[in-house]
Nanobody
Framework: QVHLVESGGGLVQPGGSLRLACAAS????????MGWYRQTPGKQRELVAHITTGRSTNYADSVKGRFTISRDNAENTVYLQMNNLKPEDTAVYYCHADWGPYDYWGQGTQVTVSS
């Protein structure tokens, strides 16, 4: 089992930056593909960025060129660097880990982009 804890959310002005971190514990982090999702009230959770064990990445079209996902297997952590933030990026951001039939979610961290 994997326990995921997100951090780094907060309030930022449009055009600003935040870096989210997701610390994993309880299992071998390096075997999991990792992702960041986000959700706003009344909407489905959507994939923001994904990174495989081989460090291949993919991004939602809405964040390409602004967000970067990375992982540090030595620190059991996955990051999401978010630049040039927009009000529409406001959401609760969730970390996700998956390996075969197993998948796990963090508790989420709020990101609010507002002036």
């Amino acid at each position: 089992q994997v326990h995921l804890v997100e951090s780094g959310g907060g309030l930022v002005q449009p055009g600003g930056s935040l870096r989210l971190a997701c610390a994993a514990s309880g299992s071998i982090f390096s075997i999991y593909d990792m992702g960041w999702y986000r959700q706003t009230p009344g909407k489905q959770r959507e994939l923001v960025a994904h990174i495989t064990t081989g460090r291949s990445t993919n991004y939602a079209d809405s964040v390409k060129g602004r967000f970067t996902i990375s992982r540090d297997n030595a620190e059991n952590t996955v990051y999401l660097q978010m630049n040039n933030l927009k009000p529409e990026d406001t959401a609760v951001y969730y970390c996700h880990a998956d390996w075969g039939p197993y998948d796990y979610w963090g508790q989420g961290t709020q990101v609010t982009v507002s002036s």
